[in-house]
């Protein structure tokens, strides 16, 4: 699987320590905890089940004790990992609470149950110890069956050793953070962004004033910023930054990070004023760290998305491009946090393309700019073939016939070294190459290319999403074929009265085509003013004709 690069707080080094009643001694432990690389393993989730108690899945109990971090003292902010029994049998395993850690037990093991003391080197392998005993045991002439063995090697263990392993309020909440990516990895975001609120509910409450709670709130709103629940990742990214500043203050670099996070929040709702001011106090929190880059890339766009003229974003070009490489050379290019970015600056073209009035030029400089980024993070990704088949129509539209074609081919030829000529994305530049041919008068490659284009449309075989029969660029398809026919028409040869007769004729066939296709998208689509432009161009040919 894809490592999957997700922030879970973008700290160097950060050193947490915890200090061990039991031994009398102060433990350190340094972690990275930026942008870290997740494989799919599976993971710990932590779930609350009481006031005083926080069950596993794998069956820990982690009770609450306290965690020191340099010369303070947070009570009640770290975990002792308790021995737990696992079922034993082919439904699944139950659990119940090891009469050494002090608490009750939630109830009596039963017969079938194992008592399997968790060691530190189990730690990595419970999921798997689990799935051993939930199987039926082979058919042995032994009278006791192999987990029934591993019973009782536990019972010695157990009997040998009562000290229980703890686990730090830290380490809780990389676990949750871990199963979080796991969902995340799945393609389940709301599963990932889930798991994070119920650790926030049950650890908030107990540890009010906690940054590690913090941290699971920072990660809920980066999740679901991505998802486009902007109001809600604020909430959270606004007690992030609170539980952090009164932590650490507000010139730290973990409080930077917070600033930071809602700064982008702030830019996906256009509240840009604050944005501008949270992320130049990151900016200058994290002067000593790559997410620097990351701060003054959205105080680029911010300018950028108030530009007026092709020339204004010509000249912002080069910060973008040199802040843009120096997170994929921090963070790598498939970060999540580059992806959020580039999907602002997308954002930014959209907006751009969708004004009431379009600026050629504008769209333009935009949409280059976009490429440039996307060649930057991989020149041969689908995310550039796609942005220059956006380029291609968009010429198409503005009758740039020449740009048009050679935005496309660019496209065709990156997605052809993807996938075989069949693919809906491949059909799509066939079909965009027709359209062009179409209106520049190419008929016979125009039918060509249409046609093909049109039964794949028409029979369903590109997309699933809609009806193969109402499908946009099916009807786009015939109204190019009724194009083609009508610039196939050769006024040498054929007498004048006959000539002017058909191209009657073929304009008037093209005509429903066109009200089709604007009744199917909308009049003001990109789509329908460009065959609307073209239409307009035959129709005046023919009265110069009859002039």
Request: charged residues 20%.
């Amino acid at each position: 699987m894809t490592n999957l690069l997700l922030c879970v707080d973008n700290v160097r080094k950060c050193c947490w320590r915890f200090f061990d009643a039991e031994l009398g001694s102060l433990v350190a432990t340094s972690r990275f905890l930026g942008y870290r690389h997740f494989h799919g393993s599976a993971l710990d989730q932590c779930k609350i089940i009481g006031r005083e108690e926080i069950l596993s899945p794998c069956g820990f109990l982690l009770a609450p004790d306290r965690l020191v971090h340099g010369t303070e003292v947070f009570q009640s902010s770290s975990f002792h990992l308790s021995q737990k029994y696992a079922q034993c049998s082919s439904s699944g395993r139950g659990f119940s609470v090891s009469s050494s850690t002090g608490l009750a037990n939630s109830r009596t093991p039963c017969s079938s149950e194992i008592k399997q003391p968790v060691t530190s080197n189990d730690l990595g392998d419970r999921g798997k110890q689990g799935n051993q005993c939930s199987q039926p045991s082979s058919p042995s002439t032994s009278s006791e069956s192999p987990c029934t063995a591993r019973a009782s090697e536990s019972d010695k263990d157990s009997q040998a050793s009562e000290e229980p392993l703890r686990i730090t309020l830290r380490e809780a909440v990389l676990r949750l953070a871990d199963a979080s990516v796991a969902k995340v990895e799945e393609g389940d975001m709301d599963g990932a962004v889930a798991i994070l609120k119920e650790g926030i509910s049950g650890l908030g409450p107990k540890f009010p004033d906690s940054p590690e709670v913090g941290e699971l709130h920072n990660q809920a709103g980066l999740l679901l910023y991505m998802q486009g629940k902007v109001d809600e990742a604020e909430h959270h990214a606004k007690i992030a930054l609170d539980l952090t500043a009164r932590a650490f203050g507000v010139e730290n670099v973990l409080t930077g990070h917070r600033m930071l996070r809602l700064g982008a929040v702030k830019v996906g709702q256009g509240q840009l004023a604050e944005a501008t001011q949270l992320l130049t106090l990151a900016g200058k929190a994290l002067q000593q760290d790559p997410s620097k880059y990351e701060a003054d890339l959205y105080l680029h766009l911010i300018s950028l998305s108030g530009a007026a003229a092709a020339g204004q974003v010509l000249n912002m070009e080069s910060d973008l491009i040199k802040c843009a490489g120096e997170m994929k050379e921090a963070f790598g290019a498939e970060s999540m946090v580059l992806g959020m970015v580039m999907a602002q600056h997308d954002r930014i073209v959209t907006q751009a393309l969708a004004a009431q009035t379009i600026d050629t030029r504008l769209c333009e400089a935009l949409m280059k700019q976009h490429s440039r980024l996307l060649e930057l993070l991989d020149p041969s990704s689908e995310d550039l073939a796609i942005m220059q088949y956006k380029l291609a129509t968009f010429y198409y539209t503005q009758d740039l016939l020449q740009d048009a074609n050679q935005a496309l081919r660019v496209s065709t030829s990156l997605l052809k070294e993807r996938y075989p000529e069949d693919h809906p994305l491949v059909i799509m530049c066939l079909h965009r190459m027709g359209m062009i041919c179409a209106a520049s008068g190419d008929h016979r490659s125009a039918v060509k290319l249409l046609t093909k284009s049109r039964e794949k449309y028409r029979e369903g075989g590109s997309l699933d999403s809609e009806a193969a029969s109402t499908h946009a660029l099916a009807k786009e398809a015939d109204f190019g074929l009724a194009l083609a026919r009508f610039r196939s028409i050769d006024p040498a040869a054929l007498p004048r009265e006959q000539c002017t007769q058909l191209q009657h004729q073929r304009l008037a066939e093209a005509r429903p085509l066109l009200d089709d296709l604007a009744a199917s998208i909308g009049p003001g689509h990109m789509l329908v003013q460009g065959a609307m432009r073209y239409f307009a161009q035959i129709t005046v040919m023919m009265s110069k004709q009859r002039t």
